[in-house]
């Protein structure tokens, strides 16, 4: 049980457009979540975060929105750059079945085009 | 700060064979999680700890693997006897709190064969 989805494995955007990478979630007791950014050969590197309590948090080039009726976030990078070409994962913890859970989703890929 | 060090970065090892993989976490942080990457199941993680105390191993696959805390700055994963369908990319991130986000190591490569 996937509780944690990128249903888009892949994404090709142009230099300097918008990249949005899309996340949903199951679980209602999820009440944090986080967006990582991965290279080859390199562990997840930590990107944005937002509360549940929040709507939208933003931090540079990078934006996060939380649609919680709908569990649903995005992360949007405007302008997109070649270098933010990278697998991103959004994650989401939470108390569930009587402990903290951390979930990962499976990843985009997002290729931004020179 | 050197980061989450992780050793060895690749490991080659015969089916059957015990295999352990090392993690340092960073000072001061106070949670440590093992994840396993593969292509099926992308980022899957298989055990935390807070303050050395393991805290949710539920993800944790078989009685084949186990882990352990010894102090605050080393964990250990083991796989005993290791099979091929073990092979992936193990990663272990460190933090200060459960909701801050973490920072991992650059993996360890496990093939085995």
């Known amino acids: 049980d996937q509780q944690v989805k990128q249903n888009s494995p892949s994404l090709s955007v142009q230099e300097g457009r918008i990249s949005i990478l899309n996340c949903d979630y199951t679980?209602?007791?999820?009440?944090?979540f986080l967006w990582y950014k991965k290279y080859p050969a390199e562990g997840p590197t930590f990107l944005i975060s937002i509360s549940s309590i929040k709507d939208k948090n933003e931090d540079g080039r990078f934006t996060v929105f939380l649609n919680k009726s709908a569990k649903h976030l995005s992360l949007h990078i405007v302008p997109s750059q070649p270098g933010d070409s990278a697998v991103y994962f959004c994650a989401a913890s939470g108390f569930t079945s009587g402990t903290y859970k951390y979930i990962f989703g499976t990843g985009t890929r997002l290729k931004v085009l020179a | 700060d050197a980061g989450v060090i992780q050793s060895p970065r690749h490991e080659v090892t015969e089916m059957g064979q015990e295999v352990t993989l090392r993690c340092k976490p960073i000072s001061g942080h106070d949670y440590l999680f093992w994840y396993r990457q593969t292509m099926m199941r992308g980022l899957e993680l298989l055990i935390y700890f807070n303050n050395n105390v393991p805290i949710d191993d539920s993800g944790m696959p078989e009685d084949r693997f186990s882990a352990k805390m010894p102090n605050a700055s080393f964990s250990t994963l083991k796989i005993q006897p290791s099979e091929p369908r073990d092979s992936a990319v193990y990663f272990c991130?460190?933090?200060?709190?459960?909701?801050?986000?973490?920072?991992f190591g650059s993996g360890t490569r496990l093939t085995v064969v």
């Open positions: 991130a460190s933090g200060k709190d459960r909701n801050y986000g973490y920072t």
């Open positions: 679980n209602s007791m999820f009440d944090y």
